[in-house]
């Protein structure tokens, strides 16, 4: 066995018995290794993660610049301008619809004329003779307040047509001298209140409120004894003013 040992042909053929383990240790040992490349996964998943970071950094600039874009595009749109064109529209056209609707209720309040009064009156004679009571307006067509009571006078008339007689005899007509006298018309407008008998109860004479007139008419329509106006005057027109003619028709009541 020492012969064995010290011969230098045997370890040279045992060399290569020796390198077999050595290499099997060697690959045994290389797992040793696995823990650095461990590290550089690990390594190169941290630098992996970074741009995932950055890629939120961005979203955040994504979110922070669409945030700073609807902030600037508020700003620059600023308030609704003032006034708007919407609104205008409508301001006009509401405008335009009570303008419409004051021209039409003055229309009709001021275009009653002294003319339709007369034409819608009935005849003297007959007021007379049909046992209601009469409210007789004297008037001219000439008379300021006699045109500014026309809507008043027709309005009364309206309510009251059924039940009492309204006639118009104009002062310039020389057909009225008599009744002039027998009523004492001295201004314009008057009027003289008549119960179903045709005796006067009272008269009424110039500018004064409607009121009076209406409750004058009221009374008759009720056939109330007295009136509650029987000699009431305000501002008129004299009678002495009256541009006296005669008219062609002698039947006309006016």
């Known amino acids: 066995m020492a012969r064995v040992a010290s011969s230098s042909v045997g370890l040279h053929r045992f060399r290569p018995t020796f390198r077999t383990p050595q290499s099997s240790r060697l ?7 696995y823990p650095n490349k461990t590290h550089k996964l690990r390594s190169i998943a941290c630098c992996q993660t970074k741009p995932e970071v950055e890629t939120s950094s961005s979203e955040k600039l994504v979110d922070g610049n669409t945030d700073a874009q609807a902030t600037s595009s508020s700003v620059e749109n600023g ?36 003319k339709d009064l007369s034409a819608a009156a009935l005849p003297y004679e007959e007021a007379l003779s049909n046992g209601k009571p009469t409210v007789v307006e004297f008037y001219a067509d000439w008379c300021e307040v006699c045109r500014e009571l026309a809507p008043d006078v027709y309005k009364v008339e309206q309510q009251f047509k059924d039940r009492v007689n309204f006639v118009m005899l104009n002062v310039d007509n020389t057909k009225w001298e008599q009744e002039l006298d027998e009523f004492g018309v001295e201004g314009i407008p008057h009027f003289a209140f008549l119960d179903r008998n045709g005796n006067e109860e009272g008269n009424v004479v110039g500018r004064l409120p409607g009121r009076y007139l209406l409750e004058n008419v009221n009374a008759l329509a009720r ?25 062609v028709d002698p039947r006309s009541h006016g």
């Open 79 to 114: 308030p609704p301008e003032f006034p708007n064109k919407g609104i205008n529209k409508q301001i006009a056209v509401v405008s335009t619809l009570a303008a419409l609707g004051l021209f039409l209720s003055a229309r009709l309040d001021f275009g009653v004329s002294l």
């Open 27 to 33: 690959m045994k040992t290389t797992p040793l290794h």
């Open 223 to 247: 056939g109330e004894e007295s009136i509650p106006h029987a000699r009431v005057v305000g501002q008129y027109s004299s009678a002495e003013s009256r541009k006296a003619h005669q008219v």
